[in-house]
C-alpha cells in the first residue's frame, strides 16, 4: 500500500508515453507510403486530420488515451505531497494531460478550439520544463540527470514554438515552400513532440528509482532497529 502512488506513476506515465509512440510512429509510417520524406515537413498535428491523415482516429484517441493516464499520474504525484516542486509539477502537469486529451478531442478540423487547446499545452509545456530547471538548482528532487537534460532541450524547443506563434490567431504560419525548404515550425514541433514523449518515460524511470530508494532506505532502518 504504501508504494501504491508511485507504481500509479510509474506505470501511467509509461504506458502513456508508449501509447501515444506507438500512435505517432504507425501514423507517420502510414503518411511516409503516401508523402514520403514530405511527413516530417508537415506539423505533427495534421496526423490527426481526418479530412487527409489515414489513421487520424488512431492519433487522435491515443492522445486521449495519454492525457488520461498524464493526468492519473499527476493525481498520484499530487497525493505524495513530496513538497513544494511535486506539489506544482502536478499541477502544471495535470493542465498539460488534459490539454493532451482535449487535443484528441478536438483535432485540427476543430480549428479554432484545437488552436486553444494547443497553445495551453505549449504554455504548460513550457513551465513545467521551466520548474524542472529551476528545481535542479534548488532541491535537487526529481529532476536530474536525463530528465533534466531534456528540461532543457525542451524549454528550448517550446519557447521557439511560443516565439514563432502569431498570438492573434494563436496559429502559426503556413511555411511559403513546404515541398523545396525546410518548415521550421514542423520541425521544432516533431523536435518538442518526441522531447515530451521521452520526458514522460525518463519521469516515470526516475519515480521508480526513488521509490526504490526508499524501500532500501526504510528497509535498512528497519534492520537497524531489530539489531
Avoid at 56 to 66: G, W
Avoid at 124 to 132: R, S
Wanted: hydrophobic share 50%; glycine share 6%.
Amino acid at each position: 500500500m504504501q508504494y501504491d502512488l508511485h507504481r500509479l506513476i510509474v506505470l501511467t506515465t509509461f504506458f502513456g508515453a508508449l501509447i501515444a509512440a506507438t500512435a505517432v510512429s504507425t501514423s507517420v509510417w502510414f503518411e511516409y507510403q503516401s508523402i514520403g520524406d514530405a511527413v516530417f515537413n508537415r506539423r505533427s498535428d495534421f496526423l490527426g486530420d481526418y479530412n487527409n491523415a489515414k489513421l487520424a482516429f488512431v492519433f487522435n484517441i491515443a492522445l486521449m488515451i495519454t492525457g488520461i493516464c498524464i493526468m492519473l499520474a499527476m493525481f498520484g504525484l499530487y497525493q505524495l505531497k513530496q513538497g513544494f516542486f511535486s506539489h506544482y509539477l502536478s499541477l502544471i502537469g495535470g493542465w498539460v494531460g488534459i490539454c493532451v486529451l482535449l487535443m484528441g478531442i478536438f483535432p485540427i478540423n476543430y480549428l479554432e478550439m484545437h488552436r486553444i487547446v494547443s497553445t495551453c499545452f505549449l504554455i504548460g509545456t513550457v513551465l513545467m520544463y521551466f520548474l524542472c530547471i529551476t528545481d535542479r538548482f534548488s532541491q535537487h528532487t526529481i529532476c536530474k540527470g536525463p530528465i533534466f537534460t531534456l528540461s532543457i532541450l525542451g524549454f528550448v524547443a517550446a519557447s521557439a514554438l511560443v516565439i514563432q506563434l502569431d498570438w492573434n490567431t494563436l496559429d502559426f504560419s503556413p511555411c511559403e515552400h513546404p515541398e523545396s525548404a525546410p518548415c521550421w515550425v514542423a520541425i521544432t514541433m516533431w523536435l518538442q513532440t518526441n522531447i515530451v514523449m521521452l520526458w514522460c518515460l525518463s519521469f516515470a524511470w526516475t519515480v521508480r528509482k526513488i521509490a526504490i530508494h526508499n524501500y532500501l532506505e526504510l528497509s535498512q532502518r528497519y534492520l537497524a532497529g531489530e539489531r
